[in-house]
C-alpha cells in the first residue's frame, strides 16, 4: 500500500510564505511525476505546479514566479514553497504522484488527502 501524506498548510496573510511537503511511503519501486493541484470551493481541480523524476518543472501561469516546486528522490518527497501568497491562492492543495509498483509494473496515480491553505486579505 501506498500513502502520500502532506504537511505545512495553514492560514497566512496575504504576502507570506507557507511551505508544504508530500512525503510517499509504502511499497514503491519508482516515483515518476509529482505535483501539486489545489481545489478552491466550487472551483474544479487545477495544476498548480509539476515536476518529473528528471526535474523538468511546470506552472500554473497564476503561480510562476510566487511558487517553487522542489523533491528529495531519496526521501519520496515533494515540496511547494508559496510566496507572495494572494487571497486568491485559499484552496485545499493535494499533492499526486504516479508511482511505479514494481517492475515491470504499471503506473498508478496517488493523492494525498488535502491540506488547507487559507490567505487572508
Known amino acids: 500500500q501506498v500513502q502520500l501524506v502532506e504537511s505545512g498548510g495553514g492560514l497566512v496573510q496575504a504576502g507570506g510564505s507557507l511551505r508544504l511537503s508530500c512525503a510517499a511511503s509504502?511499497?514503491?519501486?519508482?516515483?515518476?511525476?509529482m505535483g501539486w493541484y489545489r481545489q478552491a470551493p466550487g472551483k474544479q481541480r487545477e495544476l498548480v505546479a509539476g515536476?518529473?523524476?528528471?526535474?523538468?518543472?511546470n506552472y500554473a501561469d497564476s503561480v510562476k514566479g510566487r511558487f517553487t516546486i522542489s523533491r528529495d528522490n531519496a526521501k519520496n518527497t515533494v515540496y511547494l514553497q508559496m510566496n507572495r501568497l494572494k487571497p486568491y491562492d485559499t484552496a485545499v492543495y493535494y499533492c499526486?504522484?504516479?508511482?511505479?509498483?514494481?517492475?515491470?509494473?504499471?503506473?498508478?496515480?496517488?493523492w494525498g488527502q488535502g491540506t488547507q491553505v487559507t490567505v487572508s486579505s
Open positions: 499526486n504522484a504516479v508511482i511505479r509498483l514494481g517492475p515491470p509494473g504499471l503506473d498508478y496515480d496517488y
Open positions: 509504502g511499497s514503491i519501486f519508482s516515483i515518476n511525476a
Open positions: 515536476i518529473t523524476s528528471g526535474g523538468s518543472i
